[in-house]
């Protein structure tokens, strides 16, 4: 079956990243050690639950905070939350790659585990892949389910409106890719860049 839809992920795809950037970025701009940031960031879970969308920004700030035993003033929401999202670097050539598959006919979207904080910061800069519009978007924190659990995959059949075997994802993660590959897709695990590309022409999505 010819792919009628195609499912980008956002992280190591769009976009690359490095979580330790994160942490050493809380560490550096408020004055806290390494260790206690990344346990009060990812060890306890915190950012895991962001992403699945069960706290806000705000609750997410404050837990930090009260973990870190600093103040709001010390450690403003705004700015914690730019600290943890200035770690990701952009995958230029997914520009054209995207508007390739745009250009095609076939319709596409975007797949990701990920929070609004880390979302909103890559909208904010002026990269060539931040000005991509995304007809579909399936966020993990705006539908509660994360890769590789089958609601998120679930959601975004839905809104792909295509039989599962027509949709073609492309993902970092091999659990991912597993995922997608038994609920029916076409999938490949595979970064940003040239391989992207690659999986994008062994499918017949673009020349």
């Known amino acids: 079956m010819n792919i009628e839809f195609v499912y980008f992920d956002l992280g ?11 942490v050493g970025n809380v560490a550096s701009r ?100 931040s000005s991509l519009k995304w007809p579909v978007r399936v966020l993990s924190c705006e539908v509660s389910s994360m890769k590789p659990d089958g609601g998120i995959y679930q959601v975004a059949e839905k809104l792909a409106g295509v039989a599962p075997e027509a949709i073609l994802f492309l993902d970092d993660k091999p659990e991912n890719v597993a995922a997608a590959i038994d609920r029916g897709w076409k999938a490949v695990q595979c970064f940003g860049g040239e391989q992207a590309v690659d999986a994008l022409k062994k499918y017949g999505v673009i020349a």
């Open 12 to 22: 190591n795809v769009i976009v690359s990243f490095d979580p330790n950037i994160a």
């Open 30 to 129: 408020f004055g806290v050690d390494v260790a206690l940031a990344e346990q009060a960031i990812y060890r306890s879970g915190l950012q895991d639950r962001f992403e699945h969308g069960h706290v806000t920004g705000e609750e997410y700030a404050a837990i930090v905070r009260d973990t870190l035993a600093v103040s709001d003033v010390q450690m403003p929401t705004a700015a914690l939350l730019d600290a943890i999202s200035d770690m990701f670097k952009p995958i230029e050539s997914m520009r054209n790659t995207v508007t390739q598959v745009h250009e095609s006919g076939t319709r596409y979207g975007l797949l990701s585990n990920t929070c609004h904080a880390h979302w909103d910061w890559i909208a904010r800069q002026t990269w060539q892949v």
